[in-house]
T-cell receptor
Framework: DSGVTQTPKHLITATGQRVTLRCSPRSGDLSVYWYQQSLDQGLQFLIHYYNGEERAKGNILERFSAQQFPDLHSELNLSSLELGDSALYFC??????????????FGSGTQLSVL | SQKIEQNSEALNIQEGKTATLTCNYTNYSPAYLQWYRQDPGRGPVFLLLIRENEKEKRKERLKVTFDTTLKQSLFHITASQPADSATYLCALCNQAGTALIFGKGTTLSVSS
């Protein structure tokens, strides 16, 4: 058990809808990262928050947004969903931001299916 | 932009042999490189980190090398076991030092 909790584990929704994925980092970790994993693209970095502030953006679509709350949990909001958004979404946490070799602890992911 | 390539999508070996996985990168000189293991339907799990001033790192049956001239890391599993079957991902910190970028991974299958 990595200590990172993601809910829900599975999510099935229709095109055009909006969903929210939730992540609770390991106790004491201030950094939260979101990744999207699909078979053809591999693990793609979406966004990084550190202690409530956005630190880095990767390949995140404008239809997607995220935030980190004062209690350090994070939410990833996906709107106007398309079939191609179907993927496994992972949250990871670390004590500090990258740059000094911080290893990431991953949650078990949310499997999103857009029908 | 930086690019990470794990040159084999799949590797099949027999139990007891040494598995060697390759990670190449371009357009960047990272200060360190990490390796993760991912089992189907689960999140990646950290295995090893090697820094640019380290040529080799070992942990039990695992060995990682880092050649900054070749821009390549090799990941070895000695005396492989069926339980080692998984996807192995290499990862580098991006140039801004703000995120870990992953390769697509190599799926290792160890047969008994």
């Amino acid at each position: 058990d990595s200590g990172v909790t993601q809910t829900p584990k599975h999510l099935i929704t229709a095109t055009g809808q909006r969903v929210t994925l939730r992540c609770s980092p390991r106790s004491g970790d201030l950094s939260v990262y979101w990744y999207q994993q699909s078979l053809d693209q591999g693990l793609q970095f979406l966004i990084h928050y550190y202690n409530g502030e956005e630190r880095a953006k990767g390949n995140i679509l404008e239809r997607f947004s995220a935030q980190q709350f004062p209690d350090l949990h994070s939410e990833l909001n996906l709107s106007s969903l398309e079939l191609g958004d179907s993927a496994l979404y992972f949250c990871a946490s670390s004590a500090r931001p990258q740059g000094s070799g911080e290893k990431l602890f991953f949650g078990s992911g949310t499997q999103l299916s857009v029908l | 932009s930086q690019k990470i390539e794990q040159n084999s999508e799949a590797l099949n070996i027999q139990e007891g042999k040494t598995a060697t996985l390759t990670c190449n990168y371009t357009n960047y000189s990272p200060a360190y490189l990490q390796w993760y293991r991912q089992d189907p339907g689960r999140g990646p799990v950290f295995l090893l980190l090697i820094r640019e001033n380290e040529k080799e790192k070992r942990k039990e049956r695992l060995k990682v090398t880092f050649d900054t001239t070749l821009k390549q890391s090799l990941f070895h599993i000695t005396a492989s076991q069926p339980a080692d079957s998984a996807t192995y991902l290499c990862a580098l910190c991006n140039q801004a030092g703000t995120a870990l970028i992953f390769g697509k991974g190599t799926t290792l299958s160890v047969s008994s």
